[in-house]
């Protein structure tokens, strides 16, 4: 069973850049059929997909965070990395790492980390 | 505003039946399965059901889904404490390129 673990910076300055990182266990993140991406919650609310990516390099990331979100797969490590940049207070969150199956259904899910934004 | 509209919250006693309503549009329900995850309280979501109506392995068979035209449910039977949680629907959204989750929906075992 896959398992999925995220750390890094769990503060962050305004107008900086968040970096997450999701170690992946129990599977490889280059085995073909599964997306690897991100999604967020943040205080007291509901879901919002972030985005996600294939080993094949083709990405879909939500339009309203398109312009500041990369997700890539560092292969040798076998992580998925998440950098946000321009951060602002709505981007406090817990963010969840996500491998993504088929029937657009995400089957496994990290435990989630805290990214608070604040100077 | 959420892409798929969920009520807020529902409630049910302890063996009773509930059920909890997605609605969306035809840009994706209408044309997409539905994906439903639970999340208890102060943990991580999780899978519940998936491609309108499979249970993934180890899903008791209380839960069952359904989807129709541009809607989707989510039934509980036979109610039991631990099933208080949030609850999301969820597919993906041609109009907007991307995934799309309702907003949430609590549930109270009274």
């Known amino acids: 069973q896959v398992q999925l673990q995220e750390s890094g910076s769990g503060l962050v300055k305004p107008s900086q850049t968040l970096s997450l990182t999701c170690a992946v266990s129990?599977?490889?993140?280059?085995?073909?059929?599964?997306?690897w991406g991100w999604i967020r919650q943040p205080p007291g609310k509901g879901l919002e997909w972030i985005g996600y990516?294939?080993?094949?390099?083709?990405?879909f990331y939500n339009p309203s965070l398109k312009s500041r979100v990369i997700i890539s797969l560092v292969r040798p490590k076998n992580q998925v990395s998440l950098n946000l940049s321009s951060v602002t207070a709505a981007d406090t969150a817990v963010y969840y790492c996500?491998?993504?199956?088929?029937?657009?259904?995400?089957?496994?899910w990290g435990q989630g980390i805290l990214a608070m934004v604040s100077s | 505003q959420s892409v798929l509209t969920q009520p807020p919250s529902a409630s049910g006693t302890s063996g009773q039946r509930v059920t909890i309503s997605c609605s969306g549009s035809?840009?994706?329900?209408?044309?997409?399965?539905v994906n439903w995850y639970h999340q208890l309280p102060g943990t991580a979501p999780k899978l519940l059901m998936y491609?309108?109506?499979r249970r993934p392995s180890g899903v008791p068979d209380r839960f069952s889904a359904s989807k129709s035209g541009t809607s989707a449910s989510l039934a509980i039977s036979g109610l039991q404490s631990e099933d208080e949680a949030d609850y999301y629907c969820?597919?993906?959204?041609?109009?907007?390129?991307?995934?799309?989750f309702g907003g949430g929906t609590k549930l109270t075992v009274l």
């Open positions: 969820s597919t993906w959204d041609d109009s907007l390129n991307g995934m799309v």
């Open positions: 035809s840009s994706n329900i209408g044309i997409y399965t």
């Open positions: 491609a309108n109506n």
């Open positions: 129990g599977g490889s993140i280059s085995s073909g059929g599964y997306s």
């Open positions: 990516t294939y080993h094949s390099g083709t990405s």
């Open positions: 996500v491998r993504g199956a088929d029937w657009y259904r995400f089957d496994s």
